[in-house]
């Protein structure tokens, strides 16, 4: 699966990379480095969304290309939910497919650290797909 997701220059930018698959779904991660870094040793907030955004685009992709569909995709709303602080470390996260109706889906993702059972952040999106 790797291979087969291409990711948009935001992502590229800032160092995201598809790393293994899980249950199908592309897995996600960032190093942690000036690019991400806002205050000293953290992730920036808007680089945890940024691969939170990335890793939901990405799950609903592998997903309708597993179903022989490739319509537009527009965002209706992505909410992001901050749990803790991202270290100086590298992020992970995957997009859970919640919803795959013919004109909308909903997906859920997380992203973590060390431990997935402590996401730092979590986000719920839901995609116009035209």
């Known amino acids: 699966m790797p291979d087969t997701i291409e990711l948009p220059a935001y992502a590229r930018s ?6 293994s698959e899980d ?27 940024g691969l939170l955004e990335t890793a939901g685009y990405a799950a609903l992709h592998a997903a309708l290309q597993a179903a022989g ?18 270290k100086s470390q590298a992020s992970f996260a995957v997009g859970r497919i919640t919803r795959l109706g013919r004109r909308n889906a909903n997906v ?11 996401p730092i952040a979590t986000a719920v999106m839901n995609i116009l797909m035209v």
């Not at 800032?14 to 790393?19: D, K, P, Q, R, S």
């Not at 569909?69 to 991202?86: E, F, H, M, S």
């Open 14 to 19: 800032l160092g995201i990379t598809v790393c």
């Open 23 to 49: 249950a199908g779904m592309p897995v996600l991660t960032v190093a942690f480095g000036p690019n991400v870094e806002g205050r000293p040793a953290h992730f920036h907030g808007g680089a945890t969304a």
């Open 69 to 86: 569909r490739d319509p537009q995709l527009k965002p209706i709303n992505i909410t992001v939910q901050y749990l803790a602080a991202g």
């Open 108 to 118: 859920a993702v997380e992203a973590w650290q060390d431990d997935r059972s402590r």
